[in-house]
């Protein structure tokens, strides 16, 4: 898959055949259109393109917006270098994009930058400056300037609702089995391994206290989790706590995974941890050693889990 970070950077000497999303999650609704936009573009002997934005275009309207997403650009980036996408457009959206009228937007982006031959797009899909211009007019526009539109069905564009809105509902509640189902893959978490308190290490369970350095990651609801992760090329197992900590009187949210059978100096590496299970809500506990009961019952979990997996 070849990326690039702007339209204007594109380039391609081919034919293209051309869908337009922020596919956050790349999910099972999402993992069909991108089928359809691969099979569309075979068919038609074209180079396939999504065109995506970062930031997301409500982070940039919408003042204050606390819209959480479930991908980093990072990983939505992977995920849909898997789908064998042959081109991925990443462009930084921003208020003078946004002003481009509906003509403006087919004309110089997709004819001109994109060599379009066709674009797969939803029935409700709406473009152009305040998001005036409609499916209808988009025909109208392929006609003039000789591209055709491709529909894709009500029932799969509802199931990507769905999916999204069920996928973040799920999360939120703590149903980490659901959200994978709709994901079809674990969901994940990517940061770097920083200082913490290091009170993992006192009682027996050091932990890797992971920071992920962005504020629109969504993070699943409080609690002990089952995970996994690659680490120096190895799948490692492990327990993850999002929380406060309050046995210790902590303040501030934390992701803290404890690995198991493993030691290594992990300051400063960059991790991707895979959410696989939940065990339990975070608790307070009336000592250290209550604490310490309570994880050892969590490792007892996690290994007949792995054990039956």
């Known amino acids: 898959m070849n990326i690039f970070h702007s339209i204007d950077s594109f380039s391609c000497h081919q034919k293209t055949v051309v869908t337009i999303g922020t596919f956050d999650g790349v999910h099972i609704g999402h993992q069909k259109i991108v089928q359809q936009l691969l099979s569309s573009a075979q068919q038609s002997h074209c ?13 940039v309207l919408q003042d204050q917006s606390e819209i959480r997403l479930l991908n980093t650009i990072e990983e939505r980036t992977l995920l849909l270098e898997k789908t064998g996408l042959d081109y991925l457009i990443i462009h930084p959206f921003d208020h003078s994009f946004s002003r481009l009228t509906a003509e403006e937007f087919v004309k ?11 674009i797969v797009i939803g029935y409700d899909h709406r473009f152009g400056r305040n ?16 591209f055709e539109v491709e529909q894709i069905s009500a029932q799969q564009i509802e199931d990507v609702s769905v999916s999204s809105t069920k996928i973040r509902t799920a999360l939120q509640e703590g149903q980490i089995t659901l959200a994978n189902q709709y994901l079809g893959y674990p969901y994940l978490l990517s940061g770097t391994v920083k200082k913490g308190r290091q009170l993992g ?17 969504l993070i699943p609801k409080i609690g002990v989790y089952i995970v996994q992760s690659h680490i120096n090329g190895k799948l490692t197992y492990g327990m993850m706590n999002i929380g406060t900590n309050p046995t ?3 303040q501030n949210l934390s992701i803290e995974v404890y690995f198991i059978d493993f030691e290594a100096d992990l300051y400063e590496q960059k991790l991707d941890i895979s959410v696989l299970e939940r065990i339990r809500d975070e608790e307070k506990f009336e000592s250290l050693d209550a604490l310490t009961k309570a994880i050892s019952r969590d490792l007892d979990i996690t290994r007949n889990y792995l054990k039956n997996r």
């Open 47 to 59: 180079a396939s393109v999504i065109l995506t934005f970062f930031p997301h275009p409500r982070m």
């Open 108 to 118: 110089k982006v997709l004819v001109e930058k994109l060599n379009i031959q066709k």
């Open 131 to 146: 998001r005036t211009a409609d499916i209808n007019d988009l025909i109208d526009f392929g006609h003039q300037y000789g």
């Open 201 to 217: 290490r006192t009682i027996g369970f050091p932990t890797a206290n992971i920071e992920l350095g962005i504020d629109y990651k």
């Open 248 to 250: 210790v009187s902590g």
